[in-house]
């Protein structure tokens, strides 16, 4: 989470993402826009505008221009559609559109001129449509965009409406389970930064190649970073996680994950506990740094602060089995065999070969005297693997236990 005032040098208000060869300071994409669309940039600067001459370029509204987003783009787009409209066009027989708009038949002619010439998808016709009050000018639906998607989450959290983030989640069904939901809003209501989203502003996105992700950079409360990752579904774009910081952190995730597990196999408690927190202040969303909180309590022998890193994994990753089993096994150890058991039945379906549950389910079962129960799952147990001595070893104690009754 970063600290930020480096703030336009001309609005004051937006951040200052980058710095103007014409103005000499930091300005924010905002204010380059309205500079740059006369092409008086110096051709030196990575962002100054050319303008794409074609047969018809004077209703084209083509760049070629560097943009640090859609939102950025589709903006200059429209800012060049603002100086369109002021000035006399040849395809109107030079008169000036925004004069021409004031009366139903010049509304008419603008209408004709756009709807017989095939204008790229990605021109925001709908911008003119709506300026002009043109009902007649054909607009093409435009799918909403992973930025779009990314804001509307966005104001779901400024407004604290947690249920309805749920439809904008990445495998979102999961939230069925009335576990996990309830988990996925106890963690939200615990992030103190999260509560804190007053205002956001878009200042850059970027997309993998191919597109199936995104990365959508935010400057939040003018102070912080916020960097969503969405996937694609379909048509639709689905939010994966957040990260407190900066785009760049995302690539090292992986790096943060390494760290922390090597430190716990070598058993220095210590500097793994002061990584967790680092990076879970940062990668919040994580599965893995959960599972290796749970883990480290778990070291610690501290196995209720464990059970919680364990659900908070498997919430946020339910094809996690080792969170999940940890989750279920915690429970067990701490003695809450209800809850034990039912987390331990809902993993036998997705892992119906996974031998210590169906080991733990037996050992469960024989403490509440269910011997036949027990017996059945210790026979399929030792099926899948004959040399699994702890089944063999409730085998033998349940025998054992049958012989007495």
Known sequence: ????????????????????????????????????????????????????????????????????????????????????????????????PLELAENAAGKEQIARLFN??????????????????????????????????????????????????????????KYEKPLFRKNYFKRLQDDRFINKIREYSLISSALDQPVTRSLVHFDINRRYDLTLVLVKNNTDWLVEAKIYGRPELYRGMNEAHQQVAVLLSKNEFGTAFKLLNHYQSIYIDSPDLYYYRGLYYTMQKHFRQAVQHFLSAGELDPGFLEARYNYAYMLHVSGEKAAAREAYLELVQPFPSDVRILNNLASLAIEDKNFSEAEELLEKCLRIDPQYQLARDNLVRLENLQNKN
């Open 1 to 96: 989470m970063n600290f930020k005032s480096n703030r336009c040098r001309v609005c004051r208000i937006n951040r200052g993402n980058r710095f103007c060869l014409r103005l000499g300071k930091d300005i924010c994409w905002q204010d380059c826009n309205l500079l740059r669309v006369d092409l008086k940039c110096p051709e030196i600067c990575a962002y100054s505008l050319k303008k794409e001459l074609t047969a018809k370029e004077e209703i084209n509204f083509r760049f070629k221009a560097k943009t640090d987003s859609g939102r950025e783009y589709r903006d200059l787009l429209q800012r060049e559609m603002d100086r369109w409209l002021l000035q006399p066009q040849p395809a109107l027989n030079n008169r000036i």
């Open 116 to 173: 017989e010439f095939k204008i790229p998808d990605y021109i925001p016709l709908i911008y003119l449509k709506e300026r002009l009050k043109i009902d007649k000018l054909k607009v093409k639906y435009q799918a909403k965009t992973h930025e779009e998607f990314a804001e509307e989450f966005l104001a779901l959290v400024v407004t604290q409406e947690w249920e309805k983030t749920i439809s904008l989640l990445d495998k979102n069904e």
